[in-house]
């Protein structure tokens, strides 16, 4: 349960600590949920101080943070799967970058699967995360976020 836009931004900086090299995040929910309330939290606790909006028109924006290069996608203005092919992007999902996607599944079936697959949904006046772990890497990340 997040009760407010804060606690979503608390849920995001307890992610950043479990972050590796080459993981994929993905944000689900309708507009409004806290997709990008979540991802600000991420990357407000990875160092980010510059503004962190939503890159639904920039389709991505970019951040080097310590260790890792970070690229945050929005593909909410996809009308097709084979828009992530034009839009030439793909090869963020092959290497080490750490990518947060808004959105995923208006990319259909061309990305790869995530690390995290978090669905934010309206409860009432507050928000409900649900956080899955889809590979070994991200059942490693919800263990130590639920050690915190």
């Known amino acids: 349960e997040l009760e407010d836009a804060a606690a979503t931004e608390r849920l995001g900086a307890k992610l950043a600590p479990c972050l590796n090299p080459g993981m994929r995040i993905y944000l689900r929910g309708d507009l409004g949920s806290g997709k990008t309330t979540l991802a600000r939290g991420l990357l407000r606790a990875l160092g980010v101080q510059s503004g962190v909006r939503s890159p639904s028109y920039s389709l991505v924006e970019p951040y080097v943070v310590s260790r890792l290069d970070l690229y945050h996608f ?13 839009a030439g992007v793909a090869e963020h999902f092959r290497g080490n970058s750490v990518c947060l996607v808004e959105w995923p599944e ?11 697959d978090i669905v934010l949904s309206y409860s009432g006046t507050a928000r409900t ?11 490693r990340c919800l263990g130590r976020l639920r050690e915190d």
């Open 74 to 86: 929005d593909f909410y203005r996809f009308n097709d799967p084979g828009e992530l092919r034009d």
């Open 129 to 139: 995360a649900k956080i899955a772990a889809v590979t070994d890497t991200g059942v």
């Open 106 to 116: 208006r990319a259909g079936e061309q990305l790869p699967p995530p690390d995290l």
